[in-house]
């Protein structure tokens, strides 16, 4: 694709799961790649397999250090690291926090490093893999559903506010995808997601199609259209069904 052929990319989480398969794609379509995860290991395991630099940290800190091993120009920046926080309203408050931090503020924190320079050379595209969870919810993980919600509207906000100075963004929705992250996602993992799960290959040929046609909302799961359509015009039937899945899930 001559749009990221020899771009400067960088890809968060990209240890495993969606994060690596993106990594694998860009390089695969010619970009120059960094590769960022907490897990060192991962990290450069991945980077070695497709010619990319590993940067391995915490993806609210990574820019700095990912602009220079680039050259001194981050062209994409994919902010896929996430984390998986299930539990209720009663979660422990360091559970609120660091889903927040995560899911949201590293997100934040990223634009705020990359818009200067987007801004003064009029183009830059950020990627936000947020989860259908934002579109929607997810029984049984109230942290990582209000928290993806956030991170929807964070790139709905950059989205709106600069694309007509040049920058792109696009917020990827998937529901199920066979990572690890479904696997932490537990029994409401199992009943609500696994029937329907992708590959993390899958989420980076939707990006790529929506890169293509210059799309906002990426939809790896073209049903979750549907479903948000119904969440947005019959609020109090969608609540209602969603309410039957989480008491089938608490068995009830």
Not at 127 to 150: D, E, I, N, Q, R
Request: net charge negative; hydrophobic share 45%.
């Amino acid at each position: 694709m001559s749009t990221v052929q020899g771009a400067g990319v960088v890809v968060t989480g990209a240890g495993g799961g969606i994060g690596a398969a993106l990594a694998r794609r860009f390089a695969a379509e010619g970009a120059r790649v960094v590769v960022n995860d907490l897990d060192a290991d991962k990290t450069k395991l991945i980077a070695d397999e497709i010619g990319a630099t590993a940067v391995p940290g915490d993806a609210s800190a990574v820019v700095g250090a990912a602009r220079e091993a680039l050259g001194g120009q981050v062209d994409v920046y994919c902010a896929n690291a996430g984390l998986a926080s299930p539990g209720d309203a009663f979660a422990d408050e360091q559970v609120w926090a660091s889903a927040w931090d995560v899911n949201v503020m590293a997100h934040v924190r990223a634009a705020r490093e990359l818009l200067p320079d987007w801004l003064e050379r009029g183009s830059g595209r950020f990627v936000s893999t947020v989860s259908a969870a934002g579109l929607l919810t997810m029984v049984g993980a109230a942290p990582y559903s209000v928290t993806k919600h956030g991170a929807l509207a964070f790139a709905e906000w950059l989205s709106l506010t600069y694309r007509h100075r040049g920058v792109k963004v696009h917020a990827i929705c998937p529901q199920g995808v066979r990572t690890d992250m479904l696997t932490a996602a537990g029994s409401a993992g199992e009943l609500v997601l696994a029937p329907t799960a992708i590959e993390p290959e899958d989420v980076a040929d939707a990006l790529f199609e929506g890169i293509e046609a210059d799309r906002f909302l990426i939809l790896p799961h073209p049903e979750v259209a549907d479903y948000y359509t119904a969440r947005a015009t019959d609020p109090d039937r969608w609540l209602g069904n969603m309410n039957h899945l989480q008491r089938k899930w608490e068995g009830v």
